[in-house]
Nanobody, 120 residues
Framework: QVQLVDSWGGLVQPGGSLRLPCAASGINFRNYVFNWYRQAPGKQSEWVALDSPEGDRNYVDFVRGRLIISRSDAKNMGYLQMNSLKPEDTAVYYC??????????????WGQGTQVTVGS
């Protein structure tokens, strides 16, 4: 069965760092575009970052230069390195894989979410 597990969220002080892993199983990760989303309390889900199998990366403006998305297709893993964190980054973070090959186009799989809280 297909499963994405995102984890390693937690409490961090402003200016601190966290690294979130996303472990995929049941899919060939190299055939999927990898994304991170987040949802803060009382707000809609927000796209954060994208990493394609071809190496294309993009970020929402607010996190550009502070958050780094990466992937290891050999390990079926994706990551989000978060630096210089701000209280505004507090949210539940979700990883997502989206198929980009014929036969899996439109297939989407989501992690269960991991809480990141930035504060003292």
């Amino acid at each position: 069965q297909v499963q994405l597990v995102d984890s390693w969220g937690g409490l961090v002080q402003p200016g601190g760092s966290l690294r979130l892993p996303c472990a995929a199983s049941g899919i060939n990760f190299r055939n999927y575009v990898f994304n991170w989303y987040r949802q803060a309390p009382g707000k809609q889900s927000e796209w954060v970052a994208l990493d394609s199998p071809e190496g294309d990366r993009n970020y929402v403006d607010f996190v550009r230069g502070r958050l780094i998305i990466s992937r290891s297709d050999a390990k079926n893993m994706g990551y989000l390195q978060m630096n210089s964190l701000k209280p505004e980054d507090t949210a539940v973070y979700y990883c997502k894989a989206r198929g980009n090959h014929i036969g899996i186009l439109g297939s989407e799989y989501w992690g269960q979410g991991t809480q990141v809280t930035v504060g003292s």
